[in-house]
């Protein structure tokens, strides 16, 4: 199981270019979603999944989009980067059934700097 | 609304001793809490979580927790603190779809 993986490890982008986040997990898990880290702030919720063709909003979801095509991946799409969308964003994927209670996986991150 | 306070940045302690980061919640209904940590350059990694039950939780690599509804509280804990336990710990809140995160307390263990 490689569990969740996210590509690129880095990214450098120029404000108002677009570019994907990529994730994927091999667990079968219906719920996966995207939270961005801030210094200071903990993580907060993007977007979120539970299940195939099935998204909704999180916190902070301006500037974002997301799409469910499959099971196994949940790609995050910035649509004009902005300096304020610098941070390190992280996917994550729990079990549907039960999912209040059950913890989420997380990928290792992202790094995004968007100048 | 939904809320959760890490109220130390910083937590220092030597090694061998025993180390306490602290967290309290403010949720409306049954409060669904979890531990995690973050190596450097790393994801984050479940260490434990409180859902029901006994009040003292044990966990991952010798952690446990104390959950305290009255002063609404989720103290993680350990006897005897380890170099390797030194990274960014982040005590969360689960609430229907949305995990709700602290701001983090950086955990020092100094040999």
């Known amino acids: 199981n490689a569990g969740v993986t996210q590509t690129p490890k880095f990214q450098v982008l120029k404000t108002g270019q677009s570019m994907t986040l990529q994730c994927a997990q091999d667990?079968?898990?219906?719920?996966m979603s995207w939270y961005r880290q801030d210094p200071g702030m903990g993580l907060r919720l993007i977007h979120y999944?539970?299940?195939?063709?099935?998204?909704d909003q999180g916190e902070v979801p301006n500037g974002y989009n997301v799409s469910r095509s499959t099971t196994e991946d949940f790609p995050l799409r910035l649509l004009s980067a902005a300096p304020s969308q610098t941070s390190v964003y992280f996917c994550?994927?729990?079990?549907?059934?039960?999912?209040?209670?059950?913890?989420?996986?997380f990928g290792p991150g992202t790094r995004l700097t968007v100048l | 609304a939904q809320s959760v306070a890490q109220p130390e940045d910083q937590v220092n302690v030597a090694e061998g001793n025993p180390l306490t980061v602290k967290c309290t919640y403010s949720?409306?209904?049954?409060?669904?809490l979890f531990w995690y940590v973050q190596y450097p350059n790393r994801g984050l990694q479940f260490l434990l979580k409180?859902?029901?039950?006994?009040?003292l939780v044990k966990g991952s690599y010798g952690f446990e927790a104390e959950f305290n509804k009255s002063q609404t509280s989720f103290h993680l804990k350990k006897p005897s603190a380890l170099v390797s336990d030194s990274a960014l710990y982040f005590c969360?809140?689960?609430?229907?779809?949305?995990?709700?995160f602290g701001t983090g307390t950086r955990l020092t263990v100094i040999p």
């Open positions: 409180y859902i029901t039950g006994d009040n």
């Open positions: 994550a994927s729990r079990p549907r059934t039960g999912s209040v209670y059950n913890e989420q996986f």
């Open positions: 969360a809140v689960s609430v229907a779809n949305n995990l709700f």
């Open positions: 949720v409306s209904g049954n409060p669904y």
């Open positions: 999944s539970v299940g195939a063709g099935i998204t």
């Open positions: 667990m079968n898990h219906e719920y």
